[in-house]
Every structure is written in C-alpha cells, then in structure tokens.
C-alpha cells in the first residue's frame, strides 16, 4: 500500500510540474510523399507537417509530431496515443462514424490510375491500390481486379514488374513517380473524385481542440498562405481553395 | 553528418553514397539496430521471470493457481504471435490507463468507453500528454517488451515446467532425506539442478525471440524492418538522396544481420552447454568426465 | 439478412466464389466469423501441403546432413541454417522480390514456354517459401531424432542380419520417427501459426481473397475495433491447434504400437524444442 502511494504521489508531481502547458500530439504516417514523409535527418517532412506547425502557431498550440501505422492510425487516436491524425486522411462518411474531422485542408482531390502501358485495361485488369484506403474499395467496386499492398511505394512497385497492369492512387501521390519516370509511367483514363478532401482527425469528444483547428484553417484560407503552401508542394497544376 | 554532405545533389559516386549511408535518417536506422538489441537483452530476462512464474504456478497443489499456469501457457500456445501482437499491446496500453484513471480521478463521471472511444481523465494518461516525445518513446519500448516477455514468456513456462520433471527424482529424494522442507529442496536442489535440462528448449527458444524481431513495428516500435521499408523506397526528388527501389538491398542487409545474430548465439550457447553439463548426471556431462578420466 | 445468408454468401468467398464485394456497413458477427473463417482455408491450405511436401525433403535433408562425406553434408547444413536462421517475415519478403524479377513472357526451355506469371501469386509463392522452411526446421527435429536411435536398436538390427536400405526402411526410419514425433508436432502447430504471415510480408492478396488474418485485418480497418476480429483468429486457431494435436495423437499412438502399454509414451504436449 505504502508503495502505491508513493508511486501516485510520483505521478502527481510529474503531471503537475508538467500540466502547464498540454502538448497536441499530432499523429501521421510518415510514408506518404508529398503529404507526410520521413526526411533524410530522420524527422517528419511535407506538407502537412509545414501546415500543422502554422495550425498550431495560430491556435496558441505547443505540437509534437508522432508516427504510426497507417492500419491502426484510428485506433490509437481513440485510445489516446495521439490527439489528432494529419496523414492525407481523405474525409469519408464511414471514418466520420467514429471520428470527427476539421474542416478540409486540401481541397477534394483527384485519384488517377498510372500504368506503363498507356492503353492498360483499368476495368477488367489488375489493378493495385493500398490496403484499406478509398482507392482500395473503389477498385473492389469498379470490377478490376484488387490487388492490395500495406504501403504505396509497393503498389507502385507491383506496376513495374508487371504484376500489376494500373496502381490507382491519390493523383497528387502519383505525379512525383510519373513525372520522374522518364517516360515509364503514364496516367491512364480519367481522374476519378473520391472522398470529401483531406482533413485533420480527432476524436469525436475533443470539440474544443477542434473548433481551434477549424478557425486555424479558416484563417489560413481567408489570407491565402494555404494556397501558397499547396502549391509550393503539390505544384501548379494542383487545385486550391 | 560532413561538412561537404551540405549540398547532396551535386555529389556523386563514392562521396554520395557515403553522405546518403550517413544522413540522419540513416543514422536513425543505425540506431534501430541497437533498439532491437536492447529488446533483445531486456525482454529476455523478463521472459524468463514470467515462465518460471508460469511453470511454479503449473506444479502448485492449489488448483486455481495451476489451472492459471497451465491455461497461460496452453492459451499462448494455440494463438499465433502476430495475431496477439496486433491487439494485444492496445488492450494493455487502455488496461494500465483505466488502472491509473480509477485510483487518480475517483470522482471522473464521465464514462471511460463512449463508443469506440477510450477517454481517461487527463492526469491518468500515461506517459502525461505533455511528456517529452522521449518518454512516449520509452513507454511504448516498455509496451512492447511486455508483450513480447508475455509471449515468449508462457514457451519460457513449458520449457522450465519440462525441465523440472526431467531432474532425476533420486536427487530430490537425496534432499528430502537430509531434512530439507519443501521449500529447501526446490530453491538448492530443483532449480539448481533443472538449468541444464532447460538448456536446449532455452537456447531454442532465445533463437525464436530473435527471429521475432521483425514483427515489432506492429507494436509501434520503429525497427529495423521499418528503417529498411523506409529508407529502401524509392526516393522521387523531394528527397535529398533520391534512389529508384532499393529494398531488396535493405532486407538482404537485415538476413545477413539475422544469420550473422543466430551463428554467434549458436556459439555462445554451445559453449554454455558444456560449462553447464560439467559433473551432470547426463549424456554429455558422462562424455566429459570420460574424456577427463 | 439471416447468418445462414450471409455463410452462403461469403462461407467461400476466399476462394473467390459467392458475393464479389465484401461487406462494407453494418458489420455483424455473423459477417466477421464467416470471413474469417473462409479465410482459414488458405490457412490450412498453406499448412496441410507444406508439411506434407516438406516432410519428404525435411527426411532427405536430415539424412544428408547425416551423411559422412562434406559433399552431401554441407549443402545441407547451409540450407537449414539459412532458413533457420532468419525470420520468416524475411523470406517472404526477398522471395516475393526474387520471383517478380522472373520475366514475365516465360522462360524458353527448349522451345517450351515456362509459365512464370503464377509464382507471384500468393498460392504458389509463399507456398514453396513454407515448404523450404518447414523442411529446414523439421530435417533439424529428424536428424536430432536419427541420432537418438538407441545403441541397442541397431546392434539389434545387425544380429538379425539387416543391412543397407533394409536396415534403414526397418529399424532405423521407424525409431526415428517415433523419436521425433512429439516435437515434429511442434512444428506442425507453428508452421500454422506461420502461415498468418503470408499476406503481411511480400504477398498481395488478389481480389481480396486472404487468410483470416487478412479478414481480420479488413474488419479492424472497417470498424476501427480491433476487439472482436483478432481475437476470432485467436480462436479459430486455437480450435486449428486443438485438432492438430488431435491428428497427430493418433499418429503417435500407431508410431508407438509395438512398445509395451505401460513404457508407450503420450504425446507430450509440451515439448522442450519449438520451431
């Protein structure tokens, strides 16, 4: 007993020295260039993570970045490992039953299909997307065939040793790998407009941490700097706000 | 990490790949190495105190507590790691914070499960919400270990339950006869004793934990096999050191680590075992006092 | 829709057979056993053939590894540590990169076009990954077993004049397996466990037809509850296991019929060595 005590009292020192000022714990994938990725000092890189830090500056935050499987990134923000999930987490009806979004921080994007040959069959062939995204379950719907990795860049890599004929991904994802290619890749067929834009996940009782993103964003919209920073790591082409 | 690793893009050859074999995420990948290491030398010991645990709790006369024994061991034996891994470490992470909820907020009267959600006060978190990243770090190192030492803890629990058999019966009637209690005969004589017929189901065992490494990413744990996924994708030109897909390279990179880990314990071990069979009532300790006679 | 609709529709859904789409809103219990239950039949595919195929080259191996002269000797030990020595999650890995590099034409072999595109595939793929590796581990149980073979079997079998392939078919392969049977068991429980890893390293799942653990995988990433699909693995596994240690019971009492009743030993369901 006396040690249960001791160790309560422990823990009540370390959270009350420390209670000041709560850190927002952000957490994101860390595999999915340009949105987030791991650069090469080892820290967290892209869009989102310049985009969080500007978040949290406006709304008086104190942000620390983490990482986490793509599989289990709901799961662990509702056990609370984390408090919010900035990872190119498209907005869907069936993640917004069990968590809640800010408002859209990329505009409703483009998914595309990229093959080698420009005239693979996207209907009826094979096509690879990652495991339990929107694109995975459009596939699954669209009648082609579904072949699923954990992470894009194997996705990308099942294209170009023929396993599969088309990887059907976020456009945005896809243009880098296209573009430097030298010619291997093309897009194939139309862009197909899935999902309702990318947003910031939090859990559905944290209203307050999310009406202080939400007004963030808002602000960055209303001035513009958002639109800047899109462009600075999607290029030209991509649409803005 | 050099000084002339500042402008990455105009290097090339030789200087390139020394400035990209020492960028810091590289250096992070390093340091994975040492984190499975690390892994490796603490969860074994716990692993060990869990099976023995296991292993007096399967040989007690008290029936609930061998029925616990023997079901943690037979429980863990029928589940495949992998499936134990991907629940397991989230259920234990809600247990602890549901433990220190209940003794910190008694008066908390929102419920801890609303749906899906599992919310706590917020001075039961644990590590504290605000707790440097390192801690966060540590505690889901700490996570891991356990659930590693809980698994490899219950085949820990058969191997000792195994050995303990295996001590030959006259030696322990040797003890009863000079008066030892119970307790006596089993700390001198059955555990001292029971080590080199644990040996080889040990040895075997510490083979397996090794070769389960690569399953610790699912635990959170950024290791070797995520460095290798990380660092050996392709690289488009947003990064420093762009590469097409390299992770054929990584991974044979981490089979050598692994042969390289499982050759030296071989050794190790095989030289445990005849330091242990010394003047043992066995096949190998009697080829020892031939070949000393 | 009733639970025996729903076992109608997905009970082989694995397979490729029944509703194309998986179920994506209201998942029932029902949903998730069904899945994941069709999905163990990849499992139990995987395991069944790899040990009945292994087991013929594990028996091989050991007695290679057996023999006196470094030629025969050697390759085997190399075989058994390199498969022995690195994680399964490894193998899959570098196997699945070994095979894509196949060129995907075929392979002429004397104006014969070899088929190369179905070893990608998980069926084939990982199949002979699983064969290699629990031939690896259960040559190493058979040649722990070969030299167990008591003195007296032998000397035994040399005074009733059997020799050569006689003396092995007679004397020694029966004692050897009667010897390895409890921890080639073992093996036998772990090699299924194994087999949940197909799909997690290397392997695509083709039109969503996985294992259980894919299944399970799917409902946790649906519901975001891994709660109720692991541990529904967790239990059709321990059933998998419960039914193994059945089979090979039997085995183990036919292996050991000869011995006199009160010495025939049960199968010890703890045995000290494990994959």
């Known amino acids: 007993m006396k040690k249960l005590i001791l160790t309560t009292a422990l823990l009540a020192l370390a959270a009350g020295t420390a209670a000041a000022q709560q850190t927002v714990r952000m957490g994101t994938e860390g595999a999915y260039p340009p949105y987030n990725f791991i650069n090469d000092k080892g820290e967290v890189d892209g869009y989102e993570r310049e985009l969080g830090d500007e978040l949290c500056k406006r709304a008086n935050l104190t942000c620390t970045w983490v990482k986490n499987e793509w599989d289990s990134i709901i799961p662990n923000l509702q056990s609370g490992n984390y408090d919010t999930i900035m990872a190119g987490m498209s907005i869907t009806e069936e993640r917004e039953e069990v968590i809640d979004f800010t408002q859209n921080y990329i505009p409703p994007l483009a998914s595309a299909y990229a093959a080698i040959s420009p005239d693979a069959d996207i209907e009826g062939g094979v096509v690879a997307a990652q495991t339990g995204t929107i694109q995975a379950s459009h596939v699954a719907e669209s009648g082609a065939t579904l072949l699923e990795f954990a992470t894009g860049e194997e996705t990308v890599a099942a294209v170009r040793n023929g396993e599969a004929d088309a990887v059907f991904a976020d456009k945005d994802f896809l243009v880098p790998f296209v573009n430097e290619s030298n010619g291997e890749f093309t897009f194939v067929g139309e862009d197909v407009p899935l999902g309702g834009g990318v947003g910031m996940g939090v859990r559905k009782s944290d209203t307050e941490l999310k009406e202080k993103f939400n007004a963030a964003i808002q602000s960055m919209k209303d001035d513009g700097t958002i639109n800047a920073m899109i462009r600075k790591w999607f290029g030209d082409e991509i649409q803005t706000f | 990490m050099f000084a002339s690793c500042a402008d990455p893009k105009s290097l090339e050859g030789l200087s390139w790949l020394l400035c990209y074999l020492t960028s810091g995420s590289h250096i992070a990948f390093y340091w994975s190495f040492v984190t499975v290491l690390v892994l490796l030398a603490v969860t074994a010991p716990v692993a060990l105190a869990f099976g023995f645990a296991g292993a007096v709790a399967a040989r007690s006369h008290l029936w609930p507590v061998s029925v616990a024994g023997k079901t943690y061991t037979a429980m863990v034996r029928g589940i495949p790691d992998i499936v134990f891994f991907l629940f397991f470490v989230i259920a234990l992470d809600q247990g602890i914070e549901w433990v220190t909820h209940q003794i910190r907020c008694p008066d908390w009267t929102e419920p801890v499960r609303q749906g899906l959600e599992f919310r706590v006060c917020p001075s039961a978190k644990v590590p504290p919400g605000n707790a440097a990243q390192i801690w966060h770090q540590i505690y889901g190192f700490g996570l891991a270990v356990v659930t590693f030492a809980i698994v490899f803890g219950a085949f820990v629990s058969n191997v000792l339950t195994g050995a303990m058999n295996a001590v030959p019966r006259a030696q322990l009637e040797t003890a009863e006869s000079y008066g030892m209690t119970q307790g006596q005969v089993f700390r001198r004589i059955l555990v001292p004793q029971m080590w080199i017929y644990a040996l080889p189901g040990l040895s075997n065992l510490w083979m397996i934990l090794i070769k389960a490494t690569p399953l610790l990413f699912l635990l959170g744990v950024q290791d070797i096999v995520y460095w290798a996924r990380e660092l050996g994708g392709t690289k488009t030109s947003l990064y420093a050191y762009p590469h097409p897909d390299w992770r054929l390279y990584y991974f044979l990179a981490l089979l050598v680590f692994y042969l390289g880990m499982t050759r030296l314990s071989e050794i190790v071990l095989g030289r445990l075992t005849r330091r242990l069979s010394f003047g043992q009532a066995t096949a190998a300790g009697e080829a020892q006092r031939k070949a000393a006679a | ?275």
Request: charged content about 15%; hydrophobic content about 55%.
């Open chain 3, 1 to 275: 829709m009733s639970c025996i609709e729903t076992i109608a529709d997905y009970g082989l859904r694995s397979l490729g057979m029944g509703e194309r789409l998986l179920p994506r809103s209201d998942f029932t219990l029902c949903q998730q056993f069904t899945l994941i239950g069709s999905g163990m039949i990849w499992n139990i595919y995987f395991g069944v053939l790899a040990l009945a195929a292994g087991f013929f080259l594990a028996n091989a191996l050991a007695m290679a590894k057996a023999a006196p002269s470094p030629v025969v000797r050697k390759p085997a030990e190399w075989f058994i540590f390199l498969f022995r020595g690195s994680p399964l999650f490894i193998q899959f890995f570098l196997a699945y990169e070994a095979l894509v590099l196949l060129p995907r034409a075929g392979i002429d072999i004397f104006g014969l076009t070899v088929e190369t595109g179905w070893l990608t595939r998980a069926w084939a793929g990982a199949l002979i990954v699983l064969f290699l590796n629990t031939a690896a581990y259960s040559a190493e149980i058979f040649h722990g077993a070969l030299m167990a073979i008591p003195k007296g079997d032998l000397e035994a079998a040399d005074a009733y004049g059997l020799s050569g392939w006689k003396k092995f078919r007679r004397i020694q392969w029966p004692t050897m397996l009667r010897l390895a049977w409890p921890a080639y068991t073992n093996e036998a429980i772990f090699l299924f466990h194994a087999t949940t890893l197909v799909f997690f390293s290397g392997f695509p799942a083709f039109q969503q037809r996985g294992d259980a653990l894919y299944y399970a995988k799917y409902f946790a990433d649906k519901t975001f509850n891994p709660f109720v699909p692991y541990p529904i693995v967790a239990f059709y596994f321990i059933c998998l296991t419960l039914l193994v240690i059945w089979l090979f019971g039997l085995m183990n009492r036919r292996l050991n019929r000869h011995v006199p009743a009160a010495r025939r030993p049960r199968l010890r369901v703890r045995p000290q060595i494990i994959r």
